[in-house]
């Protein structure tokens, strides 16, 4: 008998388990326990749980919102594209559009704050990437995610695309400015 | 009829069915050169990942990349993975394929939809990636042609069913079906789930790009085809976990250490194995962290268990044969004998360390929740499933071809000393491949990127850490070696079919398979060949690697932005 034949006994379900087998089960069900109680664990005493509010919108409101945020609070230009920089009042919405191929605005947040996001694209799905810190967020066109972020340290932060886009993927790239 | 001859194989006693062997050898030929054809488009995106290199232009590069993905994930996997449920039923079971025609018939629209698709992305128009989320719109061939396939796959999946029911009703085998064809039953389940998901979202997303819908819910879509493309990759779990089972039995005449664990873990790959999908929607908008929990986890890990079982009993049963056969001293002499420059078990070892250590550990910690914040879309993924797809799988279907393609076509394995060397040369470079992606992942490196340094957006850029150009180029190498190893075994295959030593009906000057261990040897010492100290060693080291890597990754994600 080996495994490429029949099992000996055609009633396999009642054979026993061997000492080992049963050691290293238990070991692995109590393992996937543990493994299972951290999620919710984490929900509690953890500080990154990705908020899940979702809103069904449309490319044109989603943009209509954004463009009223940009208007209301920004506070030079930047880069190449000559971008708004937009500076939202602590604890308040911040709005960011993806599309072929940016992440508009840039936005200038405090340290230590925190700051409820609106994300969506206009036209085909992005990924939201933020390095260093390496959060990485799906967006997709026809839903508006909302969830916070508190930024932990000061600095010039990127936004970058991770989820393929097109020909012009690698070119889209934001900025997001953190100040003490 | 005519066309249902039998020849009993010289070198193991199985009894081939004319028909189902030449099923067998157009899916194995087809699969291998798929794996060819996919792997060159490898070689193609890690040399222009490497930046000091980058080979292609971007517009090459995202096709390329289509076109690398499709071949090897899809056309490869899925070609050997037919084979080998033909192997398990027909052969095994010693019964006549059901329906061979339809079996052809199956065979024809793979080979149709698998060109097709090449030819499609190859024009251009389709660069969408294997995932084509909408709305990016792909040619409507491109749809057209994976429908095509994955009907072909499903005819299949049904030839071998049909085949299980008559071994059933010819009693052609006696009492219950053996392991390895039970895992292959398992396979061939999950399948079908994969394939009818695919159909339900690749079929109105065809019917979009004709025109004829008007809009695919993007969430939707992302949800349904994840069904199909995570799945795919389950199918592909439980068809190597048969294999590495069928090859400790074809090398050390091993028997499971108990029939009733490694079926259940078995089973509980078809219970659990698809909620896994969802861990692709873990940082997704509109799905509830509940859902996300519960699913994620596979309802506890129910399905990674299955998988840690399978960890142990697979060396285990082999540790246990190689006791049983005198084996026995200290805790490692039943390995250390193991015939190394056999690359049907080399190559299964390799395969099984490789899955475990760098594919499984990573794939559960990155599927938790919370963690995959910090990995999701990033390079760490495509390094976590090089690990797991190629290292795990497709090495244990070479390591399977080795023993199986000389069988099938009656001709001596050519170049062994190259053979030798193969599966530690692919073994070797795909490991390269997956911890260099998965360290340029942890530095940020997006995946699917032509060029991570920014060129063209006016000075806009983000300064990867120089660590990071480093794994690619690392990477880069690793490639090139995982290539030549994998032409190896294209080349040793093919040649092997048409310029092997014919071996007509006598068996090989070496014995292929070694006779099974009987209840007497197992029982010699008192039965203490069941007592596995060596592997439940290996087990513990993978364990601690395991926990300590698990709670490493919370440690990282702590130290980020505060995320609610």
Same mark, same amino acid.
């Given at each position: 008998?080996?495994?490429?034949?029949?099992?000996?006994?055609?009633?396999?379900?009642?054979?026993?388990?061997?000492?080992?087998?049963?050691?290293?089960?238990?070991?692995?069900?109590?393992?996937?326990?543990?493994?299972?109680?951290?999620?919710?664990?984490?929900?509690?005493?953890?500080?990154?749980?990705?908020?899940?509010?979702?809103?069904?919108?449309?490319?044109?409101?989603?943009?209509?919102?954004?463009?009223?945020?940009?208007?209301?609070?920004?506070?030079?230009?930047?880069?190449?594209?000559?971008?708004?920089?937009?500076?939202?009042?602590?604890?308040?919405?911040?709005?960011?559009?993806?599309?072929?191929?940016?992440?508009?605005?840039?936005?200038?947040?405090?340290?230590?704050?925190?700051?409820?996001?609106?994300?969506?694209?206009?036209?085909?799905?992005?990924?939201?990437?933020?390095?260093?810190?390496?959060?990485?967020?799906?967006?997709?066109?026809?839903?508006?995610?909302?969830?916070?972020?508190?930024?932990?340290?000061?600095?010039?932060?990127?936004?970058?695309?991770?989820?393929?886009?097109?020909?012009?993927?690698?070119?889209?790239?934001?900025?997001?400015?953190?100040?003490? | 009829?005519?066309?249902?001859?039998? #020849?009993?194989?010289?070198?193991?006693?199985?009894?081939?069915?004319?028909?189902?062997?030449?099923?067998?050898?157009?899916?194995?030929?087809?699969?291998?050169?798929?794996?060819?054809?996919?792997?060159?488009?490898?070689?193609?995106?890690?040399?222009?990942?490497?930046?000091?290199?980058?080979?292609?232009?971007?517009?090459?590069?995202?096709?390329?990349?289509?076109?690398?993905?499709?071949?090897?994930?899809?056309?490869?996997?899925?070609?050997?993975?037919?084979?080998?449920?033909?192997?398990?039923?027909?052969?095994?079971?010693?019964?006549?394929?059901?329906?061979?025609?339809?079996?052809?018939?199956?065979?024809?629209?793979?080979?149709?939809?698998?060109?097709?698709?090449?030819?499609?992305?190859?024009?251009?128009?389709?660069?969408?990636?294997? $995932?084509?989320?909408?709305?990016?719109?792909?040619?409507?061939?491109?749809?057209?042609?994976?429908?095509?396939?994955?009907?072909?796959?499903?005819?299949?999946?049904?030839?071998?069913?049909?085949?299980?029911?008559?071994?059933?009703?010819?009693?052609?085998?006696?009492?219950?079906?053996?392991?390895?064809?039970?895992?292959?039953?398992?396979?061939?389940?999950?399948?079908?789930?994969?394939?009818?998901? &695919?159909?339900?979202?690749?079929?109105?997303?065809?019917?979009?790009?004709?025109?004829?819908?008007?809009?695919?819910?993007?969430?939707?879509?992302?949800?349904?085809?994840?069904?199909?493309?995570?799945?795919?990759?389950?199918?592909?779990?439980?068809?190597?976990?048969?294999?590495?089972?069928?090859?400790?039995?074809?090398?050390?005449?091993?028997?499971?250490?108990?029939?009733?664990?490694?079926?259940?873990?078995?089973?509980?790959?078809?219970?659990?194995?698809?909620?896994?999908?969802?861990?692709?929607?873990?940082?997704?908008?509109?799905?509830?962290? !509940?859902?996300?929990?519960?699913?994620?986890?596979?309802?506890?890990?129910?399905?990674?268990?299955?998988?840690?079982?399978?960890?142990?009993?697979?060396?285990?049963?082999?540790?246990?044969?190689?006791?049983?056969?005198?084996?026995?001293?200290?805790?490692?002499?039943?390995?250390?004998?193991?015939?190394?420059?056999?690359? $049907?078990?080399?190559?299964?070892?390799?395969?099984?360390?490789?899955?475990?250590?760098?594919?499984?550990?990573?794939?559960?910690?990155?599927?938790?929740?919370?963690?995959?914040?910090?990995?999701?879309?990033?390079?760490?993924?495509?390094?976590?499933?090089? /690990?797991?797809?190629?290292?795990?799988?497709?090495?244990?279907?070479?390591?399977?071809?080795?023993?199986?393609?000389?069988?099938?076509?009656?001709?001596?394995?050519?170049?062994? &000393?190259?053979?030798?060397?193969?599966?530690?040369?692919?073994?070797?470079?795909?490991? &390269?491949?997956?911890?260099?992606?998965?360290?340029?992942?942890?530095?940020?490196?997006?995946? #699917?990127?032509?060029?991570?340094?920014?060129?063209?957006?006016?000075?806009?850029?983000?300064?990867?850490?120089?660590?990071?150009?480093?794994?690619?180029?690392? !990477?880069?190498?690793?490639?090139?070696?995982?290539?030549?190893?994998?032409?190896?075994?294209?080349?040793?295959?093919?040649?092997?079919?048409?310029?092997?030593?014919?071996?007509?009906?006598?068996?090989?000057?070496?014995?292929?398979?070694?006779?099974?261990?009987?209840?007497?040897?197992?029982?010699?010492?008192?039965?203490?060949?069941?007592?596995?100290?060596?592997?439940?060693?290996?087990?513990?080291?993978?364990?601690?690697?395991? /926990?300590?890597?698990?709670?490493?990754?919370?440690?990282?994600?702590?130290?980020?932005?505060?995320?609610?």
């Amino acid at each position: 008998m080996s495994s490429l034949s029949p099992p000996a006994k055609k009633i396999w379900w009642n054979e026993p388990i061997h000492k080992s087998e049963l050691l290293w089960i238990s070991l692995v069900f109590v393992w996937g326990l543990v493994m299972t109680f951290m999620m919710p664990y984490w929900h509690v005493v953890g500080k990154q749980n990705l908020g899940t509010e979702t809103y069904k919108t449309t490319p044109k409101e989603f943009q209509a919102s954004a463009q009223a945020f940009v208007d209301k609070y920004q506070v030079r230009t930047e880069g190449p594209k000559n971008f708004p920089v937009v500076a939202p009042p602590a604890g308040g919405d911040v709005y960011m559009i993806a599309r072929l191929w940016d992440w508009w605005p840039i936005l200038e947040l405090k340290k230590g704050e925190t700051y409820r996001f609106h994300l969506s694209s206009l036209d085909w799905q992005h990924g939201f990437s933020l390095q260093p810190a390496n959060i990485n967020i799906q967006v997709v066109p026809n839903y508006e995610h909302v969830f916070t972020l508190t930024p932990n340290a000061s600095g010039e932060y990127s936004v970058i695309c991770n989820e393929y886009c097109g020909i012009g993927h690698h070119l889209m790239i934001g900025k997001i400015l953190v100040v003490d | 009829m005519a066309n249902n001859i039998f #020849r009993t194989c010289p070198d193991t006693g199985l009894k081939f069915h004319g028909p189902a062997e030449n099923l067998m050898k157009a899916n194995a030929v087809a699969a291998v050169v798929f794996l060819l054809v996919g792997g060159m488009y490898g070689l193609f995106v890690g040399l222009t990942r490497w930046q000091a290199v980058h080979l292609l232009g971007a517009e090459d590069f995202y096709m390329v990349l289509t076109l690398h993905g499709i071949n090897v994930l899809i056309f490869w996997m899925i070609f050997f993975e037919i084979a080998v449920l033909y192997f398990c039923s027909s052969a095994l079971l010693g019964c006549r394929l059901a329906t061979p025609r339809w079996a052809w018939l199956g065979f024809a629209l793979m080979v149709i939809g698998a060109v097709m698709n090449n030819v499609i992305v190859l024009q251009g128009s389709s660069s969408v990636m294997m $995932t084509s989320y909408v709305p990016l719109e792909a040619h409507p061939l491109f749809y057209l042609s994976l429908i095509l396939f994955a009907v072909g796959a499903l005819i299949g999946c049904f030839v071998f069913f049909g085949t299980l029911v008559i071994a059933k009703a010819e009693k052609t085998y006696e009492g219950s079906l053996p392991l390895v064809t039970f895992g292959a039953v398992t396979a061939a389940i999950i399948a079908v789930f994969t394939i009818v998901s &695919g159909a339900i979202i690749l079929l109105p997303t065809f019917l979009w790009s004709v025109g004829l819908v008007g809009e695919i819910d993007v969430l939707a879509y992302r949800l349904i085809w994840w069904a199909f493309g995570h799945s795919s990759q389950q199918i592909n779990v439980a068809a190597h976990v048969s294999v590495w089972y069928a090859i400790v039995a074809i090398m050390f005449g091993a028997k499971p250490l108990s029939e009733k664990v490694s079926r259940t873990a078995f089973l509980m790959y078809i219970l659990f194995l698809q909620l896994a999908s969802v861990h692709h929607l873990l940082v997704d908008p509109g799905v509830s962290s !509940n859902f996300k929990m519960f699913n994620t986890s596979y309802a506890m890990y129910l399905a990674v268990m299955a998988s840690m079982v399978h960890g142990l009993t697979v060396p285990g049963s082999m540790e246990a044969a190689q006791r049983a056969r005198g084996h026995t001293a200290g805790l490692f002499t039943w390995l250390r004998k193991a015939p190394w420059g056999n690359p $049907t078990f080399s190559g299964m070892f390799i395969s099984l360390v490789g899955f475990g250590f760098l594919g499984g550990i990573t794939g559960v910690v990155m599927g938790a929740e919370q963690i995959n914040i910090l990995v999701h879309n990033t390079l760490y993924v495509p390094g976590h499933f090089h /690990a797991t797809v190629v290292l795990g799988s497709t090495l244990a279907f070479m390591a399977m071809s080795y023993w199986l393609v000389p069988l099938l076509f009656r001709r001596e394995l050519i170049w062994k &000393g190259l053979a030798r060397w193969q599966p530690y040369l692919f073994g070797l470079g795909m490991s &390269g491949v997956a911890l260099f992606l998965m360290g340029a992942g942890t530095l940020g490196v997006p995946r #699917r990127h032509w060029d991570i340094g920014f060129a063209g957006t006016g000075g806009v850029i983000h300064e990867f850490p120089a660590a990071a150009y480093t794994m690619l180029a690392l !990477n880069g190498m690793s490639v090139i070696l995982a290539v030549v190893g994998g032409a190896a075994f294209c080349l040793i295959m093919v040649g092997t079919i048409l310029f092997g030593k014919k071996l007509g009906d006598q068996p090989m000057a070496e014995p292929c398979i070694v006779a099974p261990v009987t209840e007497e040897e197992y029982n010699a010492n008192g039965g203490s060949a069941y007592a596995i100290p060596g592997t439940l060693v290996l087990a513990m080291v993978f364990f601690v690697s395991f /926990a300590l890597y698990y709670f490493i990754n919370w440690k990282y994600l702590a130290e980020t932005w505060g995320i609610g």
